[in-house]
């Protein structure tokens, strides 16, 4: 019996979640570059969730061709939410997600941060630390077929 490798998970849709800073450093890893407009974000009260359908570069399949993926970012616990820099409404202006981090509080509560290109930023306060990453629709190859770069 081995290890598994990521070879072994090769067309597998991913399913992540995070609980804690570590976790969500994963998971921030691979939506860097991810797209969305902002009519894709929304914040279910009832159900204390704030989730985004996003297109995903999948960072994990470095070296071939570049494949983007639907995936639902969901984050759990939520009470508030609040946006700097976009209009969740505008259909037309695609985000660009650079990277989600959390900045803790009391009691295991804080805000996860998701941090947009173009001073973009949508604040997610939180009872606990709980983000789920899940591919939704199977991989394509990237329309521009390029690896997203970022200058040094």
Known sequence: MSD????DGDEAPL???ALDADDLAVISGLVQDAVFPGTEMTWDRKARRFAVLLTRFRWEHRGRDA??????????DVSAVQSQGINPKDADTVLSLLSVT???GEDGAGRVILTLAGDGAIGVTVEALEVVLKDVTRPYVAPSGRTPSHPD
């Open 67 to 76: 494949e983007r993926v639907q995936s639902v970012l969901a984050i759990e």
């Open 102 to 104: 959390f900045e803790p």
């Open 15 to 17: 399913r992540l979640r």
């Open 4 to 7: 598994a490798s990521f070879a």
